[in-house]
């Protein structure tokens, strides 16, 4: 039997209803989503769904590529792409000063801002389903932080920013982030159960001591290096080269596509592991699957962006209540929303106190807080439990 066993059906009246739509509805049900929202996924709902998406990003690239602290028109660095793309390298210079500023600082910037909150956004989907509960987030479990960790001890060792050095980092990241995981789970887990307050308690606990081992580091280091750790801690988005542009692709586009890939999973995993079991879900291995996947993909993340919080567990919930629980829909389009979501973040950022530039980290955390705050009070009475 496979995943989804016997419940391989398509529901409702319309052509191209994809399958599963009875568990997607029961989901919504058990989640109180809203009537409206409990259709039946079809395949015309979720290609219109990411085609709007899809074009949302596009329009908020090209805005943020505008912006800063010297402004380009669209026409200007329409011309400049064009221009770039047609010569290449040899007709870049041609272009005036604007196209260094496009094509070398702000392009990949945007390109790693879109990346990075698509990255965060679809790994906050995960763990949310995996744990049952929207609080759920790579910053606030501690991942980031054991990832951030990860990545400052290679640093100190001395990996630098070239292609190959950027994946030693980002293992040394994943490895810390992987780390984190499996100890949060493991003092969280009780008696086969995972309550959230006892796991929410375990991510602050190791928030607190890989924060204090990255500042041990940090000490350690000359000056120089010691304030680029900081800021580098603080959440930056600073312009990769692009090999290492295209070394992070791999990566998110492989963990992106092995969380795709459990999203039937996870739906079933929304009513409950003993349900989900009795459906033909090997629910050990979907857990060890998406726990693995999710330090992976935090861990590349923070090896290039340092500390950005709040946006796996913001961009997933607000996502869920537009389009409903379905993954299948929720993740790829949660992923999207965090890549516009970064990117408008990130643009604030460059713009509001130009030519200086706040960390992005900071506006991230200045949205979500006051969010965390509302789920954890519009919560309390469960974690109580």
Known sequence: MGILGGQRRFEGSGEGALPHGDVGTRVAA????????????????????????????LLVMIASLRFGTEEIGFVDSARILFGALRYGETGIDSLGPSSVILLQVRLPRVLLGFMVGSCLAAVGVGLQALLRNPLADPYVLGISSGAALGAAVAMLVGFGKTVLALSAISFCAFLGGLSSLIVVYRIALSYGHLPIHTLLLAGVILNAIFSALIMFITSTMNPNRSFGMMSWLMGTLAAPDYPALIVLTVYLFVGGLILFMQTRALNILTLGEESARSLGVEVERVKKTVFFTS?????????VSGLIGFVGMVIPHAVRMMIGPDHRLLLPASALVGGIFLLAADTAARTLLAPAEIPVGVITALAGGPFFIYLLMSRKGGLAR
Do not use: D, H, I, K
């Open 295 to 303: 330090a992976l993909l935090s861990g590349a993340v923070v090896s």
């Open 30 to 57: 058990a989640e109180g989503t809203p009537r409206a929202e409990q259709s039946v996924l079809t395949s015309r709902r979720w290609v219109t769904t990411m085609l709007t998406l899809a074009g949302a990003s």
